[in-house]
Nanobody, 124 residues
Framework: QVQLVESGGGLVQAGGSLRLSCAAS????????MGWFRQAPGNEREFVAA???????YYTDSVKGRFTISRDNAKNTVYLQMNSLKPEDTAVYYC??????????????????WGQGTQVTVSS
């Protein structure tokens, strides 16, 4: 079992930055691929970024060059640094964990553990 708790969301002006954190429970955090997803009102949950247990990273095209996913296995934490934020980035952001040593996926169905979400609002 893995429990995930996100933090760091908030209200920011367009062009600003936020860093989301996701703290995970468990002794084998370093074996889990971790992902960030987001869901805006009326939209489906969409993939944002993922990081493998070997620190390979993956991004959706709309955030490449602006967002950076990273992990600190000593702290059982994964981060999402978001720069040059746009109003269209407004959503609830969710942290997720997939099965140990599996390959990161862009599909939410491949992630078995989810946090409660944190709201990010970008004003124009």
């Amino acid at each position: 079992q893995v429990q995930l708790v996100e933090s760091g969301g908030g209200l920011v002006q367009a062009g600003g930055s936020l860093r989301l954190s996701c703290a995970a429970s468990g002794r084998t955090f370093n074996t889990y691929p971790m992902g960030w997803f987001r869901q805006a009102p009326g939209n489906e949950r969409e993939f944002v970024a993922a990081i493998n247990w070997n620190r390979s990273t993956y991004y959706t095209d709309s955030v490449k060059g602006r967002f950076t996913i990273s992990r600190d296995n000593a702290k059982n934490t994964v981060y999402l640094q978001m720069n040059s934020l746009k109003p269209e980035d407004t959503a609830v952001y969710y942290c997720a964990a997939a099965a140990p040593f599996s390959l990161p996926s862009t599909s939410a169905a491949e992630y078995g553990y989810w946090g409660q979400g944190t709201q990010v609002t970008v004003s124009s």
